[in-house]
């Protein structure tokens, strides 16, 4: 027997008298007190007919708890995911650029042939937990709308397309550098894509960014014509619809500010009533069930964006509080989808499509590449020495984004 | 604030920390119960014979029993919360494979275990095969098939303890950590005078086969991997929960006890043995229904780890959990601590953090792998081996956990520019 130890422990018995006994009583009215309001949330569950309910989700796999759990969210300037979200899109992806060996940069719609390039592709971590072991991959493509053929710009030894890992910290950035040897075709245009993953991703839908860029120089009042492929690369006739804009990413600062995210219970009447008015006014007026419906909405707009878990310091056990940064509706707002038409005298029209309210309507057969010729009319009064730049999207009729290029038109003097 | 996990121990200093059995266990702790019921009696003895001028011995009794009972109960929930596990290092980093389904233990932990990396699992099924072959006559001629895991992990099982034991400590040493530049959590399996520090390293046992009988840092379940395992223990709370309970049901059954003691004994001026029986009888059924109460609201089975509760106002619970399965690739942080009453387990608890690296075949989250990626989402199952994960990953890998995601200061307000913002929209609210 450790003399020692029990000496210790025989004078914490004595010490810890008064303090064991007041814990013992605050325990005792704390669990009365815990009782009665059980009692009451019980009672509330009897008569809203939820009282089958259960407090606790008993789980025999090792569902991992979410304070517990991390998820990062690697991404980088995704077209496809950026106008699901209402946002404005350009094909010049700026987490997507072209170097010389030297390190000079290069622009991707005027290369070299049979020349090598490093394509460098940055990777962001949009979540407050880090991104262990993300894989990035870098393709081209030929340059165009939607081709499905993807060629590795650089294979390793084994000749499988060559993959970067990178480890992110939260709301951190990585590079992953890709050596490409352009092919020996002159005047040789491409698509470039570059791609991460990673098992447990937050959000897999922002992980794939297009380059997809062309330019020509013109004199004022001088239609040019562009030639864009456009592949189908379904099995089935498809329709797509193709508009123009001129959106550019702005040059201006985005402020986030840390929110707490609140349950139904908590979110206060402006907030409940704001969400329902947006995301759920029909369905709560079509099913009556307004109550329900606000519960939904107000734990979706919950699920949006990354979160984190925070508790007071020093504290143990559960009880957190989750928080997120808040920004995105401004975010669309400054960059919405229809925000940015082509400004008066700038036009662009595509023969032998017809004009639809959602773009230039074409039909493309099953597994074939149609030419769409695009002619953009540059105005008589366009600023010599500027450019313009288009954003040709395609989007499918469900309203998916399928690709785009976007064109730079140099007004000459 | 910090970032939020479940926590109900405190590690004890190298010292502090002790086993039951290190104190004669039951023993010492019913000594030290009775030495505080025996005093607890005589107080009340001398109290009563101040007041009444006679002793009702029933309520000396019954007041002693109650407090030997409280005090063995507080002083072993003490002992298992805050003196049981000795700290060796706070929020260490490891990277490994998962090993063995996870349970669930009484207290109320999740236990999993880990093979640290860049070790998988077939890696070391060979180094086991290649040892036996190479020494016949210190662990037998092995089985007829060598390759056949099943069969190796049963000649294994079958092997007296001491062998087993020795074959795992030679693995370990002088195949898996004899390998330079793969040696980098060495530390987790195999004791470290500087790496533990002087004191943790001389208050565990002997891991080395010099000992008569070695007690390695790792674990073996040859029966189930031959995997030499960490420890890892997400943190519940069900004994606590139980314990807290039953001293509820003590201190009513007490308090009850001693106030109708003193009306007895006022009313009757001491009747013997009468006062503590008719005492005891009406106590004993509020110290039921205090316990009951206490049991209903206090739900020992709500301490178990890694459940989630839907019934706080978490509404980003749902997704955010995920599971793990044998065979996946994590990186953990937690605090190392050495389990005294556990056999001396080394183990990371609590957890603090999952990361996932690379997702097994078996686990059910698993996504497809689409290879036209224009219109589809994608996540690639296991894009980093564990294998491939060297020295200079792991040393990232921690970084990147320990130092930004775990440690660095949550940003209440962030400026981005708008090419930035719009790379993490999804990340924004």
């Given at each position: 027997m450790n003399v020692h130890h029990f000496l210790r422990l025989l004078s914490l018995q004595f010490q810890g008298l008064v303090e064991n006994l007041v814990a013992s009583l605050r325990a005792l009215i704390n669990n009365l007190l815990h009782l009665l309001r059980a009692w009451f949330s019980w009672l509330l569950r009897l008569l809203r007919g939820r009282w089958r309910e259960e407090r606790y989700e008993h789980v025999d796999c090792l569902e991992i708890p979410p304070d517990i759990n991390r998820r990062p969210d690697p991404c980088l300037y995704s077209q496809t995911f950026l106008a699901a979200q209402g946002i404005a899109v350009t094909w010049n992806n700026p987490d997507i650029r072209l170097t010389t060996l030297a390190g000079i940069p290069a622009p991707t719609h005027e290369i070299e042939a049979d020349t090598e390039y490093f394509v460098i592709g940055t990777i962001h971590n949009a979540s407050f937990d880090a991104a262990i072991g993300v894989s990035v991959r870098c393709a081209v493509r030929p340059w165009g709308i939607d081709f499905s053929q993807r060629t590795p710009v650089e294979v390793d030894a084994a000749g499988n397309p060559a993959q970067r890992i990178l480890h992110i910290g939260?709301?951190?950035?990585?590079?992953?550098?890709?050596?490409?040897?352009?092919?020996?075709v002159e005047r040789g245009h491409y698509c470039l894509t570059v791609e991460c993953a990673h098992p447990a991703d937050r959000e897999p839908n922002n992980n794939v960014g297009q380059e997809n860029t062309d330019v020509r120089r013109s004199s004022v009042a001088t239609p040019q014509l562009f030639t864009v492929p456009f592949f189908n690369r379904r099995e089935r006739f498809r329709e797509f619809f193709i508009r123009a804009d001129e959106y550019q990413i702005p040059d201006k600062r985005v402020e986030l500010e840390l929110e707490q995210i609140t349950g139904v219970r908590n979110t206060d009447v402006g907030r409940r009533n704001e969400l329902l008015a947006t995301y759920g006014r029909f369905e709560a007026e079509w099913t009556g069930r307004e109550e329900e419906i606000l519960k939904r909405v107000v734990e979706r707009d919950a699920l949006r964006g990354a979160r984190i878990r925070l508790?007071?310091?020093?504290?143990?056990?559960?009880?957190?509080?989750?928080?997120?940064?808040?920004?995105?509706?401004?975010?669309?707002?400054?960059?919405?989808?229809?925000?940015?038409?082509?400004?008066?005298?700038?036009?662009?029209?595509?023969?032998?499509?017809?004009?639809?309210?959602?773009?230039?309507?074409?039909?493309?057969?099953?597994?074939?590449?149609?030419?769409?010729?695009?002619?953009?009319?540059?105005?008589?009064?366009?600023?010599?020495?500027?450019?313009?730049?288009?954003?040709?999207?395609?989007?499918?009729?469900?309203?998916?984004?399928?690709?785009?290029?976007?064109?730079?038109?140099?007004?000459?003097? | 604030v910090e970032r939020s996990f479940p926590q109900f121990t405190r590690c004890a200093a190298?010292?502090?920390?002790?086993?039951?059995?290190?104190?004669?266990?039951?023993?010492?702790?019913?000594?030290?119960?009775?030495?505080?019921?025996?005093?607890?009696?005589?107080?009340?003895?001398?109290?009563?014979?101040?007041?009444?001028?006679?002793?009702?011995?029933?309520?000396?009794?019954?007041?002693?029993?109650?407090?030997?009972?409280?005090?063995?109960?507080?002083?072993?929930?003490?002992?298992?919360?805050?003196?049981?596990?000795?700290?060796?290092?706070?929020?260490?980093?490891?990277?490994?494979?998962?090993?063995?389904?996870?349970?669930?233990?009484?207290?109320?932990?999740?236990?999993?275990?880990?093979?640290?990396?860049?070790?998988?699992?077939?890696?070391?099924?060979?180094?086991?095969?290649?040892?036996?072959?190479?020494?016949?006559?210190?662990?037998?001629?092995?089985?007829?098939?060598?390759?056949?895991?099943?069969?190796?992990?049963?000649?294994?099982?079958?092997?007296?303890?001491?062998?087993?034991?020795?074959?795992?400590?030679?693995?370990?040493?002088?195949?898996?950590?004899?390998?330079?530049?793969?040696?980098y959590q060495e530390r987790f399996l195999v004791r470290d005078l500087?790496?533990?520090?002087?004191?943790?390293?001389?208050?565990?046992?002997?891991?080395?086969?010099?000992?008569?009988?070695?007690?390695?840092?790792?674990?073996?379940?040859?029966?189930?991997?031959?995997?030499?395992?960490?420890?890892?223990?997400?943190?519940?709370?069900?004994?606590?929960?139980?314990?807290?309970?039953?001293?509820?049901?003590?201190?009513?059954?007490?308090?009850?006890?001693?106030?109708?003691?003193?009306?007895?004994?006022?009313?009757?001026?001491?009747?013997?043995?009468?006062?503590?029986?008719?005492?005891?009888?009406?106590?004993?059924?509020?110290?039921?229904?205090?316990?009951?109460?206490?049991?209903?609201?206090?739900?020992?089975?709500?301490?178990?780890?890694?459940?989630?509760?839907?019934?706080?106002?978490?509404?980003?619970?749902?997704?955010?959990?995920?599971?793990?399965?044998?065979?996946?690739?994590?990186?953990?942080?937690?605090?190392?601590?050495?389990?005294?009453?556990?056999?001396?387990?080394?183990?990371?608890?609590?957890i603090k953090a999952i990361y996932l690296v690379c997702q097994s075949e078996g686990n059910p989250n698993q996504w497809e792998v689409i290879h036209d990626l224009s219109n589809y989402p994608r996540q690639e199952r296991c894009p980093f081996p564990v294998e491939e994960i060297s020295q200079d990953d792991w040393q990232r890998i921690c970084a990147e956990i320990m130092d930004e995601g775990e440690r660095a200061p949550v940003e209440v307000e962030r400026s981005l520019s708008t090419h930035d913002a719009l790379s993490v929209a999804a990340g924004i609210r």
């Open positions: 939260p709301w951190g950035e990585a590079l992953a550098t890709f050596r490409w040897r352009t092919p020996n508790a007071p310091k020093g504290r143990r056990g559960r009880g957190y509080r989750v928080f997120g940064y808040r920004g995105r509706t401004a975010l669309i707002a400054d960059n919405r989808i229809n925000g940015f038409p082509l400004t008066e005298g700038w036009a662009v029209t595509i023969p032998g499509l017809t004009e639809h309210p959602a773009g230039w309507h074409a039909v493309i057969p099953p597994g074939t590449t149609q030419d769409i010729q695009v002619i953009v009319d540059v105005p008589a009064d366009a600023t010599p020495g500027t450019t313009k730049a288009i954003n040709l999207t395609a989007t499918d009729q469900l309203g998916g984004v399928v690709g785009g290029v976007t064109i730079y038109v140099e007004v000459e003097a | 190298p010292g502090s920390a002790y086993s039951m059995s290190e104190t004669g266990g039951w023993l010492g702790l019913t000594l030290l119960s009775i030495i505080f019921g025996g005093a607890a009696g005589g107080v009340w003895a001398f109290v009563s014979y101040i007041i009444t001028q006679a002793v009702s011995w029933g309520c000396v009794a019954g007041i002693g029993l109650l407090a030997l009972a409280i005090s063995g109960v507080h002083g072993f929930k003490y002992w298992y919360y805050n003196e049981r596990l000795m700290c060796i290092d706070k929020d260490q980093c490891v990277v490994g494979t998962m090993t063995g389904e996870a349970t669930v233990s009484t207290d109320g932990d999740r236990k999993f275990d880990v093979l640290v990396a860049p070790f998988p699992t077939e890696e070391v099924q060979v180094y086991f095969a290649e040892l036996i072959q190479a020494n016949p006559a210190e662990f037998g001629p092995g089985p007829v098939n060598f390759s056949d895991v099943i069969a190796l992990q049963n000649y294994i099982e079958s092997m007296s303890e001491a062998s087993r034991v020795r074959l795992y400590i030679r693995v370990v040493r002088e195949r898996l950590f004899n390998q330079p530049g793969r040696d500087a790496q533990m520090g002087a004191a943790a390293f001389n208050a565990s046992d002997d891991d080395t086969l010099a000992a008569p009988d070695p007690n390695p840092m790792f674990r073996i379940a040859p029966a189930d991997s031959l995997a030499p395992y960490m420890h890892n223990e997400l943190e519940g709370n069900r004994v606590e929960r139980w314990l807290d309970n039953v001293l509820v049901g003590l201190w009513t059954f007490l308090v009850s006890y001693t106030a109708l003691c003193a009306v007895c004994e006022f009313v009757t001026g001491g009747a013997d043995w009468f006062c503590g029986w008719v005492a005891a009888a009406l106590s004993a059924v509020l110290a039921f229904l205090a316990w009951l109460i206490s049991h209903l609201v206090n739900d020992p089975d709500d301490g178990v780890a890694g459940q989630t509760d839907v019934d706080i106002d978490d509404p980003a619970y749902d997704g955010d959990k995920s599971t793990i399965v044998p065979g996946d690739v994590l990186a953990l942080s937690g605090d190392w601590i050495m389990d005294t009453e556990h056999g001396q387990y080394f183990e990371l608890h609590p």
